[in-house]
Structure formats: C-alpha cells, structure tokens
C-alpha cells in the first residue's frame, strides 16, 4: 500500500469508484396553480364541520429541449375538500390543482439511474415545498390547511412502474 491511498489497486483496475448519479436543483418554482371554493361565500357563512379531502398525487419528468442534462420534475397534486359526510350529496367546497415544478440538472448518471432520480430522488426532495403551497391555499381560503403526510416515493414509483 502507498503512501496517502486507502486502497491498493491490482494490475488493469481502477483505484476510483465509479461515479455516484446525483440531482442537483437549478431552480423550483410553482408551475401552475387553481384554486376555486365554489360555494363560497355561503360555505364560510354557515361552516359545518372539516371537509372530507380527496387527494391525487402524481410526477411528471421531461428533458428540457435543447439541454441533455437539464429535466423538469413536476409534482402535481389534486386535492377536493367535499362537505362533510351526511350534509346531502358531496359537493366540493373547495378545489385545488397543484403543480410545482423543479428544474434539475443531472450529473454522473447512467440510462439505468435516470428513472429512480427523477421519479423517487427530485420528488422527495420538492414535496416539502409543494405540501406547504396547498397548505398555505388552504389556509388563505378560509379552510384548515390540509397537512399532508410525508409520500412513500419509491413505493409509489414501484406501484405505478408496468411490470
């Protein structure tokens, strides 16, 4: 063994692992973003209880043209608030629609890692900041704002991947 090395190298190897894929965020930023309560104001005159909430999450991943290490990874969530249950037919009382978007600049990644990275990695790492988007619309709209609670992304990534 050498001087300042950790690992001797035998005759043809290498001494340096291969490289490690990794995202970097060049930028987030809300994509798009509805918000309706379409029963107001009468749903803030005579409030009845919390809204039963019905939520969509989902993950949107392109190459940005032009740039080959350059991809946008999307989180879109949906989200209803329905009356509350036994207060006539389900109505909303409020809708969301979310997209909040990452632009994301990939390095050292091999065909196989790009999946896993843009579908698992980037989500995890932009949820925070798109559950605090839907909370703080809810909130401003005159509701609870809806906590969401941390996503299993690489169980949602392994339910949705056709076998």
Same mark, same amino acid.
């Given at each position: 063994?050498?001087?300042?090395?950790?690992?001797?190298?035998?005759?043809?190897?290498?001494s340096s692992p291969p490289p490690t894929p990794r995202a970097l965020i060049v930028s987030q930023y809300v994509k798009s973003v509805a918000f !309706?309560? *379409? $029963? &107001?104001?009468?749903?803030?005159?005579?409030?009845?209880?919390?809204?039963?909430?019905?939520?969509?999450?989902?993950?949107?991943?392109?190459?940005?043209?032009?740039a080959?290490?350059?991809?946008?990874?999307?989180?879109?969530?949906?989200?209803?608030?329905?009356?509350?249950?036994g207060q006539g037919p389900a109505r909303a009382v409020f809708e969301a629609d979310i997209?909040?978007?990452?632009?994301?600049?990939?390095h050292d !990644?091999? *065909? $196989? &890692?790009?999946e896993p990275l843009l579908l698992i990695d980037v989500p995890a790492m932009i949820f925070p900041a798109a559950r605090n988007v839907l909370a703080d619309l809810t909130r401003e709209a005159g509701f609870a704002p809806v906590l969401m609670h941390p996503v299993d992304f690489p169980a949602l990534y392994r339910a949705r991947r056709p076998t």
């Open positions: 063994m050498t001087e300042g090395h950790a690992v001797d190298t035998l005759p043809g190897g290498t !309706a309560v *379409p $029963a &107001a104001p009468g749903v803030h005159a005579a409030p009845k209880g919390m809204p039963a909430l019905h939520l969509d999450l989902d993950v949107d991943a392109r190459q940005v043209e032009g080959s290490s350059l991809f946008e990874v999307a989180l879109i969530l949906r989200c209803r608030g329905n009356a509350p249950a997209a909040y978007a990452a632009l994301v600049s990939l !990644a091999p *065909p $196989a &890692a790009l």
